[in-house]
């Protein structure tokens, strides 16, 4: 396999990848930042290769983005009691997850292996099961392997309000994760993503791929599958601050997908539930995150003023009387109901069609700041639930988009 020129993998991954020559098992661990967190998630990763798969030759391999606090001296100096190489590298070009994991890919590809399971680094509830249960599965038939977690009830927003119901509904299959960021990833799956030409887009090599790769095996025709992992303990961000770039990422990969394979989900009719692997017991209480939920509504209030003319043009008037009512209350009440917010995201995606990029960003912009709404009046609704409670409104409002997907092929 030759180096090309849009390779993710430097001259030192190579170097590494050459002595080992071929492996059978790869888990990718794509790093920026994250000294404090990595060698728990490697020494986890080491430890379900050599419990589950002792007689398959196994890599960790850590593609960092550059990190400042000594990710990769950390990963380099530590010494692991297992027959598992670990290669601590540089990936090159676009900085972003996503060329981390193209990069993973390409090592993959080169490897010959057989499965790849790709875990987040800054994960503190992996266990040596996470890789069984995303691999195994792989290793037969399964292109694809996405998680199913118990998460607290505010973390995952964009999961939650626009990944999860979006793709569920247009493919017609309950992926309930589909930018969890831990999967499990097939080689014939890998060498048809790394053929993808939306790794050209401005979103893919960065946030935008994991919901590129769930759409993409989706579109491709892979069998799919969930890995129950239980709870999951990370670094988890406020919507209303740290979200902005990821929000623009995924979102802008998802519709870039959705007008890519549009060919294929428009034919979809209904939905079925996708099988979960792995024992499906909720124990334990996931770790609780704050949101700010003041900054929300100040956010939205003050973000609705600045893309009111991009909601006239992207809504129908029904719609753009609904949200702009609940932007005139004090307390974001009266809420929109569920109907308009499938309505809203509906309405974007068609939007975002053909556009050129500037104004794709545009319209990404606006559609996060009513995004913030919808996840402020998500918390004063939910505010007296416990975490399953409020996964039932999830999953009614799934419903809800999958019933509104006409209203989609009627604007698309």
């Known amino acids: 396999m030759k180096k090309d020129n849009n390779s993710a993998l430097s ?222 303990v990370h670094e988890a961000k406020d919507p209303s601050k740290h979200l902005t770039l990821m929000f623009r990422q995924v979102v802008g990969s998802m519709f870039t997908c959705i007008e890519r394979y549009e060919e294929v989900w428009k034919e979809i009719r209904g939905c079925r539930k996708v099988e979960i692997v792995g024992k499906e017991i909720y124990t334990g209480t996931p770790e609780a995150i704050h949101v700010d939920l003041q900054n929300l509504i100040k956010t939205y209030k003050s973000g609705f003023n600045e893309n009111k003319q991009i909601y006239r043009v992207v809504l129908s008037n029904e719609v753009f009387k609904e949200v702009e009512k609940v932007k005139k209350t004090n307390d974001m009440e009266p809420s929109f109901p569920p109907e308009t917010w499938a309505k809203i995201v509906y309405s974007f995606v068609a939007g975002f069609r053909n556009k050129e990029q500037l104004k794709r960003e545009k319209l990404l912009d606006a559609l996060r700041i009513l995004w913030i709404g919808k996840v402020a009046i998500f918390i004063k609704e939910t505010l007296e639930l416990d975490t399953m409670e409020a996964e039932k409104k999830i999953e009614e409002e799934v419903r809800v988009f999958e019933g509104l997907k006409s209203y989609l092929l009627d604007i698309f």
């Open 11 to 232: 001259l030192h991954a190579w170097k590494y990848l050459r002595n080992i020559k071929k492996a059978d098992i790869l888990v990718g661990i794509p790093s920026y930042n994250n000294a404090h967190t990595i060698n728990y998630v490697i020494y986890q990763a080491a430890k379900g290769l050599e419990t589950y798969f002792p007689t398959l030759k196994s890599v960790i391999f850590v593609p960092d983005g550059n990190s400042t606090d000594g990710t990769l001296a950390t990963v380099e100096a530590m010494r692991l009691p297992f027959q598992v190489n670990v290669i601590p590298v540089t990936y090159v070009g676009i900085s972003g997850k996503g060329s981390a994991v193209k990069a993973i890919f390409e090592a993959a590809k080169y490897l010959e292996v057989k499965a790849v399971a790709l875990v987040d680094s800054d994960l503190r509830s992996i266990s040596p099961e996470w890789i069984k249960l995303l691999v195994s599965p792989t290793l037969i038939k399964t292109g694809l392997v996405t998680p199913f977690y118990v998460r607290y009830k505010y973390d995952g927003s964009i999961t939650n309000f626009l990944c999860y119901p979006v793709t569920s509904s247009l493919y017609g299959k309950e992926i309930r994760q589909p930018i969890g960021g831990d999967f499990g990833v097939s080689i014939k799956f890998i060498k048809e993503l790394l053929e993808s030409p939306l790794w050209q887009t401005p979103y893919v090599r960065r946030f935008g791929i994991d919901i590129f790769e769930t759409h993409t095996a989706l579109a491709k025709k892979f069998e799919v599958k969930q890995a129950f992992l239980g709870s999951k």
